[in-house]
């Protein structure tokens, strides 16, 4: 890690705040005040109407219209238990590297074996 900043390609005002690899130095940050305390004070505000949304959820849950009472289920299953992990479906496509066998005790000869290998001779 160097300590020259990056040239600034981007037109991003902090770059001045990285690193030549881009990680920001030590003691910068493009938000050096934090979050706005007006962000934690909604949050509170929210968090105060929490259980009257639970108990209308609750009641929204016996709706006679099934999508309703599902929604209001899941909205309840989501934040009692959290929510279900997702499935990622992973395909691999390519063959397996193939096992190079170099049968000797002599380096110079495994070097020469090994050269061969890799440039398909």
């Known amino acids: 890690m160097t300590d020259v900043a990056p040239e600034?390609?981007?037109g991003s005002?902090?770059?001045?705040?990285?690193d030549a690899d881009g990680r920001w130095r030590p003691g910068r940050s493009p938000n050096p005040g934090g979050r706005p305390k007006r962000e934690a004070e909604l949050r509170e505000l929210a968090q105060e109407d929490c259980p009257r949304a639970i108990a209308r959820l609750a009641?929204?849950?016996?709706?006679e219209d099934g999508a309703t009472a599902i929604a209001a289920c899941k909205s309840i299953l989501d934040r009692g238990c959290g929510r279900p992990a997702q499935a990622i479906a992973v395909e691999h496509t390519s063959a397996p590297a193939p096992m190079l066998t170099i049968d000797t005790d002599d380096?110079?000869?495994?070097?020469?074996?090994?050269q061969q290998m890799i440039?398909?001779?």
């Open 8 to 10: 600034n390609t981007t």
């Open 59 to 63: 009641e929204l849950m016996e709706s």
């Open 119 to 121: 440039n398909g001779r």
């Open 107 to 114: 380096p110079v000869e495994a070097m020469r074996m090994y």
């Open 13 to 18: 005002r902090y770059v001045h705040m990285r």
